[in-house]
Structure formats: structure tokens, C-alpha cells
């Protein structure tokens, strides 16, 4: 059993810029009762004329940490992410709500090799996985081999650039960048593809754990090409995102 | 705006005490079951729509309006909620 969904009045007790873009915040929400790696929450603006507008956005932290974690990207036309990544301070409060959702979500207890693959901010959700999973024991860790493949456009672009770097050395990290990269780049510099997922990911046979977030069109192109390759469709999960700003 | 059951993962929550995104559908035109968080959806800013990925059936439709939520199961013939 879940308890009812109530909005709570979080606190900003952090903000953090992770890109040109993109900003992380975090909060203390009261009674937060923890949450499971992949959830989200929702989040309610409301205007001084009763006008209101509610979001859902990925929890970035691992479920061991009490605080929630938010990574929002701008979007220019936003009405809501300009909002949260260019106004709110530390000391500020948010009403949100959650955690929300149980169908894409991981722990380490799901034994087995794991596949992320993230497009742009798809990321999110993932990093809260990959942070799980860097806290969990080294026995866990041995059972749950981990592959994340990240499409972004530029290396400007790319968030948690550091800790993913560090993670290198107990997850396999791979990078693409669709637009962009620097001269000395040597990681790929096209879209996801059928020989990209087949060069990084686990065979099929392996039965991979996998994972998927990213834009709606990138997220689906990623699904049919991992069931192409012998993935079962119920092994593959999925979270689209649209640019609701 | 094209996203997934996951996106309504909130407002089943108005619905259900328990997370509605993991419970499987089962689609009332075509008996195809599926995760609620595995179907495609339509949002917009008063609702979400879920639809059948093979017979394109709207398998629920919540919608909010001012001091209403309103609800149309008529496609889903069978639910499992896990506890």
C-alpha cells in the first residue's frame, strides 16, 4: 500500500548548474518518504490569479539520499522550466508531489546485467539508477554489470560530465554526440543506431535488464532497434518525454 | 504531446491508492494486455489519454476540469493492480 499523493511545500536548499542548460535542484520535502530509482515527481507552479501549471520531472539522487534531486533543462518557450532553472533560489518553495510511478524503476536487487540508454535529459532517471547502484555493496555490484550508452548533441550538453567520468571505473560509459564534438573526441559522433547498440550493449541472450529514456522519437527508435536484436519486449522499458517546459 | 503511461502516473494516483503504472491492461478491443506505464499516451494540460499500441483503441482517458476529474475506463476489460 501507498499512501495518498498529497502536494507538499518543498524546500530549495541547493541549486547546482550542471550545463549551460540545465540546473539541478535540491530539495527537502517534508515527510518525504523516500522513492525508488526511476520515479518522478510532479510539481505544481501557481500563479497569483489561480492559473496554474503542474510538471512531471525525473528524480536525479539515489534512493539513498534523503534529499530530492531535480535536473531541469531549459527550454526557451518553457512556461515552467525557465521558472525552476533561472528564478528559484535556495531558501525558495516548491510544491511538489510523488515519488510517482513504478513501471520504470531499478534496484539492485534485480540481479542481471543492466543497459541504460539515454537521449539528451533522458539521463535523469538513469543517473538516479547509476548512483544507486555506486552505493549498493560489492556483491551487488558484481550482479548487476553496467552498460550506459548517452546520446547528447554537443559536449556542452552533457550533464554530470564528472561523476560519469569517475563512474568509468566500475561501469562502462559510453558517450555519442549527434551535432557536435571537439577535435580531440574519440567517442561516437552519430545518432543511436543498430551497430552502436550492438557494439555497447549486452547480448540478448545475456537477458540485460534495460532501460530507455529519452525524447518520444528516440526513446522509440531505441526500443524497436533492442527488440530487432533479440530483446524481449518486456525486458526493454521505456520513459518518453516531450518538451512540455 | 506523444509520451507514455508513466506520464500519468499523478493522476492515477488521484484515482488509486496504488501505483496504477505497473497494474496491466487489459485492452477491451483487442484483449492485448500491457503495463499502463508501456502504453503510448497523449497529454495535454487537461489530461491524458492512453491508447492501445496495437488496435489504436483509447484504453482510459482522465481529464481534469475545474473541481472535476472525469474518467473514461470503457477500454480497459481487466485490471491488475500489483499490492
Known sequence: MTPRLDWRVSKVVDVRDETPRARTLVLEVPEWPGHRAGQHVDIRLVAEDGYQAQRSYSIASAPENPSVELTIERLAEGEVSPYLSDVLRPGDGLEVRGPIGGYFVWSTAQAGPLLLVAGGSGIVPLMAMLRHRTRADETRRAETPTRLLYSARTWDDVIYKEELKQLGADAEVHLTLTRDAPADWNGFRRRVDRAMLQEVGWPASELPNVYVCGPTPFTESVATLLVELGHAPAMVRTERFGPTG | ?83
Not at chain 2, 502504453?39 to 499500441?53: N, T
Open chain 2, 1 to 83: 504531446m506523444r509520451l507514455d503511461g508513466n506520464a500519468a502516473g499523478g493522476m492515477l494516483r488521484d484515482l488509486f491508492t496504488l501505483d496504477a503504472t505497473t497494474a496491466d491492461a487489459t485492452c477491451a478491443g483487442c484483449g492485448g494486455v500491457r503495463p499502463i506505464g508501456a502504453l503510448p499516451a497523449y497529454a495535454s494540460d487537461m489530461g491524458i489519454i492512453l491508447r492501445c499500441p496495437s488496435c489504436d483503441v483509447a484504453i482510459l482517458r482522465v481529464a481534469r476540469t475545474p473541481g472535476r476529474l472525469r474518467v473514461d475506463f470503457s477500454g480497459v476489460s481487466f485490471l491488475t493492480i500489483p499490492e
